[in-house]
């Protein structure tokens, strides 16, 4: 996806411990999971809106 292989992503899961400890970890990583869900809920209702328009309606409105 973003070109990050295995070793580049244990190697920022360590600087992160690091950084913020192992008490934190857990609430860091929930966080983010938050963050993701609402980020795909979002992408997903703009994905339903598009899809939800009728293509005749742009249809009939560029032959006008």
Do not use: C, H, W
Not at 27 to 52: H, I, Y
């Amino acid at each position: 996806m973003f070109g990050i292989g295995f070793g580049e992503i244990l190697l920022i899961l360590i600087v992160v411990l690091l950084i913020y400890g192992p008490n934190r970890l857990p609430e860091l990583a929930q966080k983010v999971g938050r963050v993701m869900r609402e980020f795909r809920r979002a992408t997903n209702e703009v994905r339903d809106a598009l899809s939800e328009t009728d293509p005749t309606e742009t249809k009939d409105s560029d032959d006008a």
